[in-house]
């Protein structure tokens, strides 16, 4: 399971939010602070690039299907659902799942076929994607 920034904000609240036993604080506490800092900084990150990510991946997804989706027999009833229609985090992973679906099925049968040039295009479309959706750490501090 993929936590939902929502979810992770709302854990986050939680552990702010309600006290922790005495037995629980020095290094325990540093510790638990640390996590739900790195974790608001990994979320601070998802609001500012996730939408137009998602938006990117989801329309180029949608073009790799459009291109060759239909010659290896392929269809995703998401990609005319495209559009900017409701652009929640949520809707856009809806149309992203559906999309992905698409794509690995498409994957499979262009391996099948060994297809070697619609293979990298499809290769490059992962990597172009993870660098989209990457989230930086922060450098860890001097001991």
Do not use: K
Not at 65 to 79: D, F, K, M, N, W
Not at 100 to 117: P, Q
């Amino acid at each position: 399971m993929t936590p939902a920034l929502p979810d992770i904000l709302r854990g986050n609240f939680m552990c702010l939010a309600i006290p922790a036993p005495p037995e629980s604080q020095g290094e325990f506490m540093t510790g638990r602070v640390g996590v739900i800092a790195l974790l608001s900084l990994l979320a601070a990150q998802e609001v500012e690039r996730g939408t137009q990510a998602r938006v990117w991946e989801n329309n180029a997804i949608a073009a790799v299907l459009a291109e060759a989706g239909e010659v290896y027999g392929v269809q995703c009833a998401e990609v005319a659902a495209i559009g900017p229609v409701d652009l929640s985090l949520e809707a856009l992973d809806r149309a992203n799942a559906a999309l992905r679906r698409g794509l690995i099925a498409l994957h499979e049968a262009v391996e099948n076929a060994s297809d070697l040039a619609r293979h990298r295009t499809i290769v490059a479309l992962y990597g172009e994607m993870a660098e989209r959706r990457r989230l930086d750490l922060p450098p860890l501090p001097a001991r």
